[in-house]
């Protein structure tokens, strides 16, 4: 066999090497749907638990996050491996805080994430960032705190949205930022549901992006996403 032939078999193997150890844990896997109010509408019903089974017909009063399946704050991220695209996912679904509202603007907003429990596919990936890019060993939770009332202009109808955006301030990795958040909000068995995403600079909150020795590349713009169901009693 010539050299060259030689140099791209052994080329062909190592490629097939490398997609066997990523397949092996878990770095193909197809990613979860982004956040969204109608899968969370369908998780709640199912659950048949959250709210009063009343409808909504006014914010007024305190509402607390409940922990229900659905409900997640978490990010993805674009990585490259052997010049190979897919988007890593991870999530917690330790969240909690509050809502205050009146009438159809919501007052204030306080919402706290545990990064301690982010899973995604991928243990290992899982264990780095507790030392790397989100360092949650130093940094175990991620907070958003509104700074000014939301308008809904009107409360949704069950199987009905309503899009907005929630100002207000997002600390990650120790890095306080002001966002304006796109939100998208409805109500399912007398719980607020709210889903949203967020494009976050990773050097906007001085996070270094991850290495691994079988990624070739991560992206500088990480997606952070959230799944909220809201209740009152």
Same mark, same amino acid.
Do not use: C
């Given at each position: 066999m010539? =050299?060259?032939?030689?140099l791209v078999?052994?080329?062909?193997?190592?490629?097939?090497?490398l997609?066997?150890?990523?397949?092996? @844990?878990?770095?193909?896997?197809?990613?979860p749907?982004?956040?969204?109010?109608?899968?969370? $509408?369908? $998780?709640?019903a199912?659950s048949?638990?959250?709210?009063?089974g009343e *409808?909504? &017909? &006014?914010?007024d !009063? #305190?509402?607390?996050?409940?922990q229900?399946? !659905?409900?997640f704050?978490?990010? =993805? @991220?674009?990585?490259?491996?052997?010049?190979? /695209?897919?988007? *890593? +996912?991870? =999530?917690?679904?330790?969240?909690?805080?509050?809502? &205050?509202?009146?009438?159809?603007?919501?007052?204030a907003?306080?919402?706290? *994430?545990?990064?301690? &429990?982010?899973?995604?596919?991928?243990? *290992? =990936?899982?264990?780095?960032?507790?030392? %790397?890019?989100?360092?949650?060993? /130093?940094?175990?939770?991620?907070t958003? #705190?509104s700074?000014?009332?939301?308008e809904?202009? $009107?409360i949704?109808?069950?199987?009905?949205?309503?899009?907005t955006? $929630?100002?207000? /301030?997002? #600390? @990650?990795?120790?890095?306080?930022?002001?966002?304006? @958040?796109p939100?998208?909000?409805?109500?399912?068995?007398?719980?607020?549901l +709210?889903?949203?995403?967020?494009?976050?600079?990773?050097t906007?909150?001085?996070? /270094?992006?991850?290495?691994?020795?079988?990624?070739?590349?991560?992206?500088?713009?990480a997606?952070?996403?959230?799944?909220l169901?809201?209740? %009152?009693?």
């Amino acid at each position: 066999m010539s =050299r060259s032939r030689l140099l791209v078999v052994a080329a062909v193997i190592v490629v097939i090497l490398l997609g066997g150890v990523a397949w092996s @844990i878990g770095l193909f896997s197809s990613d979860p749907e982004a956040a969204n109010v109608d899968d969370l $509408a369908e $998780a709640v019903a199912e659950s048949g638990e959250g709210g009063t089974g009343e *409808a909504i &017909t &006014t914010l007024d !009063g #305190t509402w607390n996050v409940q922990q229900l399946e !659905g409900v997640f704050v978490g990010y =993805r @991220i674009d990585e490259i491996l052997s010049g190979i /695209d897919f988007t *890593a +996912v991870g =999530r917690t679904g330790d969240v909690t805080g509050t809502l &205050t509202g009146a009438g159809s603007t919501v007052s204030a907003v306080s919402i706290e *994430a545990d990064l301690t &429990t982010l899973e995604s596919d991928n243990g *290992a =990936r899982d264990g780095q960032l507790k030392t %790397q890019a989100l360092e949650t060993n /130093d940094f175990p939770t991620a907070t958003f #705190t509104s700074t000014a009332p939301i308008e809904l202009g $009107a409360i949704p109808g069950e199987g009905e949205e309503v899009t907005t955006e $929630a100002t207000g /301030d997002l #600390t @990650i990795h120790g890095v306080t930022r002001s966002v304006s @958040i796109p939100i998208t909000a409805s109500q399912q068995s007398g719980s607020i549901l +709210v889903a949203g995403q967020l494009d976050v600079l990773l050097t906007d909150h001085g996070i /270094d992006t991850p290495s691994a020795p079988i990624v070739a590349g991560v992206s500088e713009t990480a997606v952070m996403e959230f799944s909220l169901v809201f209740s %009152q009693g």
